[in-house]
């Protein structure tokens, strides 16, 4: 039916840059709002960064001003661009997208759809 597909996590200097990229594949409509979250060891699931279909976009404090999210609507695809990344930035970052409007069965339905998760590792 309706996928995400995440990639661009591995392991990164403090300081350095990652992209992360999550493609949605299926019979897909439209996509409402897109975001990314990240899961560190012990700690609970955060929001790290949302984005609407029209590009209003949302931060969690910890990562304004180092973290962008994009997307581009006629891909399905949304982006994290990471820049000067700290050791706590260290988590699997999971793509979600909250609500996906696709084609099954003969008819229009929706979805809450979240990626498998990439793992991003800030370590010298």
């Known amino acids: 039916q309706v996928q995400l597909v995440e990639s661009g996590g591995g392991l990164v200097q403090p300081g350095g840059s990652l992209r992360l990229s999550c493609a949605a594949s299926?019979?897909?409509?439209?996509?409402?709002?897109m975001a990314w979250y990240r899961q560190a060891p012990g700690k609970e699931r955060e929001l790290v960064a949302d984005i609407t279909r029209r590009g209003i976009t949302n931060y969690n404090d910890s990562v304004k001003g180092r973290f962008t999210i994009s997307r581009d609507n006629a891909k399905s695809t949304v982006y994290l661009q990471m820049n000067s990344l700290k050791p706590e930035d260290t988590a699997v970052y999971y793509c979600n997208a909250g609500d996906v409007l696709y084609y099954s069965g003969g008819g229009y339905r929706h979805l809450e759809v979240w990626g498998q998760g990439t793992l991003v590792t800030v370590s010298s």
């Open positions: 299926g019979s897909i409509l439209s996509i409402a709002t």
